[in-house]
């Protein structure tokens, strides 16, 4: 199930996964598995490095069909197993001054035998980020629902 909500510079998704909260938790923060969901549709991840603590950094290299690569990279703020993960994320530039720090949350809910994900993005640069940021997070998603099978 998958629900969307959004704002100009927030993105607010939910997502429901039929596996136990700890399982759709350590998805997010072990390397071998954010490679298989973490980059959206032909988009293949190279390299995933994470740091899992308090001030810690995670680093994702995604790689386009055509060869180029894009880095996601952030620092973790709270980490709260198997309930919260609240992040920075932004996008690396060839000019600095134009990278745009977000703030992500991955709120995760165990209800029965299944776990909501609650992913919430705020301070995106503009109603055409959080689009292509919907988009994206959606297609990674669905991507993690079939991971966990």
Known sequence: MNDTTTAPT????????????????DAW????????????GEIACTSVDVDLRVGGSYRIVMRQPDGED????GTYREILRPSKIVCTQ???EDDTALEHQTLLTLAFTQI???TELTLTQVNLRDEASRDRHAEGWGACLDKLERVLG
């Open 90 to 92: 932004q996008w690396q």
């Open 10 to 25: 927030t993105l607010i998704m939910r997502h429901t996964f039929n596996a136990p909260i700890e399982r759709v938790f």
């Open 112 to 114: 029965g035998n299944q």
């Open 29 to 40: 923060t072990t390397p071998e598995v954010m490679r298989e969901f973490y980059c959206p």
């Open 70 to 73: 894009y880095v996601s990279y």
